[in-house]
C-alpha cells in the first residue's frame, strides 16, 4: 500500500516562502507522475504542479514563476517551494502520485497539509 504523507505546511505571512514535502513510502521513481493539487474552502481541488516521470514539470498558471516543484529520488520525496504567497494560495495541500499501468490507473493522495497566508 503507497502512503504519502506531507509535510511542512503552516502560516505564512503574504509575501513570504514556505516549503511542503512528500515522503513517499515506495520508490518515487516508480510513479507515473507525481505532484500537489490544492484545495480551498468552498472550491474543487486543482493541480498546482506536477513532475512527470519522463521528465518536465506542469505548473498552474496562478503560480508560474513563484512555485517550483521537485523530486529527490534517494529520499522518495516531492517537494513544492512556494515563493511569493499570496493570500489566494491559502489552501490544503495534498500531494498526489500516479501509477498508470496499460488501461489501469491507481491515484494516491497524501492526508493534506494547511497552508495559510495571512499577515
Known amino acids: 500500500q503507497v502512503q504519502l504523507v506531507e509535510s511542512g505546511g503552516g502560516l505564512v505571512q503574504p509575501g513570504g516562502s514556505l516549503r511542503v514535502s512528500c515522503a513517499a513510502s515506495?520508490?518515487?521513481?516508480?510513479?507515473?507522475?507525481m505532484g500537489w493539487y490544492r484545495q480551498a474552502p468552498g472550491k474543487q481541488r486543482e493541480l498546482v504542479a506536477a513532475a512527470p516521470r519522463g521528465g518536465g514539470t506542469i505548473y498552474a498558471d496562478s503560480v508560474k514563476g513563484r512555485f517550483t516543484i521537485s523530486r529527490d529520488g534517494a529520499k522518495n520525496t516531492v517537494y513544492l517551494q512556494m515563493n511569493s504567497l499570496k493570500s489566494e494560495d491559502t489552501a490544503v495541500y495534498y500531494c498526489?502520485?500516479?501509477?498508470?499501468?496499460?488501461?489501469?490507473?491507481?491515484?494516491?493522495w497524501g492526508q493534506g497539509t494547511q497552508v495559510t497566508v495571512s499577515s
Open positions: 498526489h502520485a500516479g501509477f498508470y499501468p496499460g488501461q489501469e490507473t491507481y491515484d494516491y
Open positions: 515506495g520508490s518515487i521513481g516508480s510513479f507515473d507522475t
